[in-house]
């Protein structure tokens, strides 16, 4: 069984630029999140969606970043502007439905740089 | 919100030994603990978790158990072997509650095994 992909792997931007980084989950698996982790923390939740819908985007500072998941299985996250913070691995995760089941399953992530 | 708290934020050992980390959560109402491996340039891996209305579960040389009146659960390795060497993080949720099974994670634990 594939597991989550993500791309890019790797990403340096200057602050104030737009970057974003695109997810495909486990085949199947309704719930889609994406974690901020910034080095020597553990991962941060940004937004969760079930299907195509947002259950919860209560930490994911709208002002800047967006999110979407169009036809509820890959999803992209935006930046945009981007600012020095924002340097950090961002994770994509996927659940079979997080109602039914609560293990997530977790991408390589894509290494963000802001110069 | 929940709040989980881990420790040490570094462990060394030397092959053979056992490790243990600890972990701390604020919420009575989390239900769900599950504990992940961090490889440097991965993502997180599921290694073991644990439901609240079980004490103690083990799988080969990983086990943990969870104290529900102290809020407290831990993780522990026997026969460390180099490959363990990885950052470990815990995590706790209220798996099919109001916070649709959001994860809040630990800061993490460096352990690094010695040959």
């Known amino acids: 069984e594939a597991g989550v992909a993500q791309s890019p792997r790797y990403k340096i931007i200057e602050k104030r630029q737009s970057v974003a980084f695109w997810c495909n989950p486990i085949s199947g698996h309704a719930t889609l999140y994406w974690y901020q982790q910034i080095l020597g923390q553990g991962p941060k939740l940004l937004i969760q969606f079930q299907n195509n819908g947002v259950v919860d985007d209560s930490q994911l500072p709208k002002d800047r970043f967006s999110a979407e998941r169009l036809k509820g299985v890959d999803s992209t996250l935006k930046i945009q502007p981007a600012k020095l913070e924002d340097s950090a691995v961002y994770l994509c995760?996927?659940?079979?439905?997080?109602?039914?089941?609560?293990?997530?399953?977790f991408g390589p992530g894509t290494r963000l740089l802001v110069l | 919100g929940e709040n989980v708290e881990q420790h040490p934020s570094t462990l060394s050992v030397q092959e053979g030994d056992s490790a243990v980390i600890k972990c701390t959560y604020s919420d009575s109402a989390s239900n769900y603990f599950p504990w992940y491996k961090q490889e440097l340039g991965k993502g997180p891996q599921l290694i073991i978790d644990?439901?609240?209305?079980?004490g103690e579960k083990k799988d080969q040389r990983i086990a943990v158990t969870l104290n529900k009146t102290a809020k407290h659960f831990s993780l522990h390795i026997t026969e460390t072997q180099p490959e363990d060497s990885a950052v470990y993080f815990c995590?706790?949720?209220?798996?099919?509650?109001?916070?649709?099974?959001?994860?809040?994670f630990g800061q993490g634990t460096i352990l690094t095994v010695h040959p």
């Open positions: 995760a996927s659940s079979f439905d997080w109602g039914v089941s609560e293990t997530q399953y």
């Open positions: 995590a706790a949720s209220n798996a099919g509650g109001t916070s649709y099974g959001k994860l809040t």
């Open positions: 644990i439901r609240s209305n079980v």
